[in-house]
């Protein structure tokens, strides 16, 4: 599927969400080789592609507290990195997102993340308003220590809200079993070029999600 994808301020942004607690975890070393394959892509130059790696773990995120103050005003009250972080998933062209599985889901802290997106919900939902004025596209990367396929359903079913709020095309995931301990995913060499191969054929104008 082919989106006309038109750059923001001359520079296609793409926003790296790393959602893992684990520094060089197995879901993080993932994203980093999609990212060393978009630097290696014919088409990247830092004058047109602009990259934003979001460590959640490292992030103030104050759990959604149901206050329903977005409602009145389409804007979230509380004051802390969500603020930041509104702005960047607002301005992407592209965003990538990481997260192990932990009791079927995704982590806690990006779940945090996830939950705060609620003035996006309400914005589309009872404001009937659209503040992002462009076709994205978005990719989720996720491993899991069981075997199960299924595994992975309930993270892809939050994936598929979260993209669907913020108006991002949900291109293609990225999920690998039986990767529990950190550095696992080193030994699968199908599933590192997968997503370095991925990084390396974006087509920063026609996002063709291949």
């Given at each position: 599927m082919k989106n006309d994808i038109k750059k923001t301020n001359n520079k296609y942004k793409i926003v790296a969400i790393y959602g893992s607690p684990r520094i060089s975890g197995n879901t993080a070393t993932l994203m980093d080789y999609f990212l060393k394959g978009i630097v290696e892509n014919t088409g990247y130059s830092k004058d047109?592609?602009?990259?934003?790696?979001?460590?959640?773990?490292?992030?103030?995120?104050?759990?959604?507290?149901?206050?329903?103050?977005?409602?009145?005003?389409?804007?979230?009250?509380?004051?802390?990195?969500?603020?930041?972080?509104?702005?960047?998933?607002?301005?992407?062209?592209?965003?990538?997102?990481?997260?192990?599985?932990?009791?079927?889901?995704?982590?806690?802290?990006?779940?945090?993340?996830?939950?705060?997106?609620?003035?996006?919900?309400v914005l589309k939902n009872e404001h009937n308003k659209n503040i992002i004025k462009k076709t994205r596209g978005g990719i989720f990367i996720s491993t899991a220590g069981s075997g199960s396929k299924d595994i992975f359903n309930c993270s892809m079913k939050i994936m598929r809200s979260f993209f669907n709020i913020l108006f991002v095309d949900y291109l293609k995931d990225f999920t690998f079993n039986s990767i529990d301990k950190r550095g696992d995913i080193l030994n699968d060499e199908k599933a590192i070029s997968a997503l370095f191969e991925f990084g390396r054929n974006m087509d920063f104008n026609n996002m063709d999600g291949k």
């Amino acid at each position: 599927m082919k989106n006309d994808i038109k750059k923001t301020n001359n520079k296609y942004k793409i926003v790296a969400i790393y959602g893992s607690p684990r520094i060089s975890g197995n879901t993080a070393t993932l994203m980093d080789y999609f990212l060393k394959g978009i630097v290696e892509n014919t088409g990247y130059s830092k004058d047109i592609v602009r990259i934003d790696s979001l460590l959640i773990k490292d992030k103030n995120i104050t759990p959604c507290r149901g206050c329903r103050d977005c409602s009145k005003t389409g804007k979230c009250i509380i004051a802390d990195d969500m603020q930041e972080i509104y702005k960047l998933l607002i301005e992407a062209d592209f965003i990538a997102v990481a997260s192990p599985v932990y009791f079927t889901s995704v982590s806690g802290y990006l779940k945090a993340m996830i939950d705060r997106c609620q003035r996006f919900w309400v914005l589309k939902n009872e404001h009937n308003k659209n503040i992002i004025k462009k076709t994205r596209g978005g990719i989720f990367i996720s491993t899991a220590g069981s075997g199960s396929k299924d595994i992975f359903n309930c993270s892809m079913k939050i994936m598929r809200s979260f993209f669907n709020i913020l108006f991002v095309d949900y291109l293609k995931d990225f999920t690998f079993n039986s990767i529990d301990k950190r550095g696992d995913i080193l030994n699968d060499e199908k599933a590192i070029s997968a997503l370095f191969e991925f990084g390396r054929n974006m087509d920063f104008n026609n996002m063709d999600g291949k």
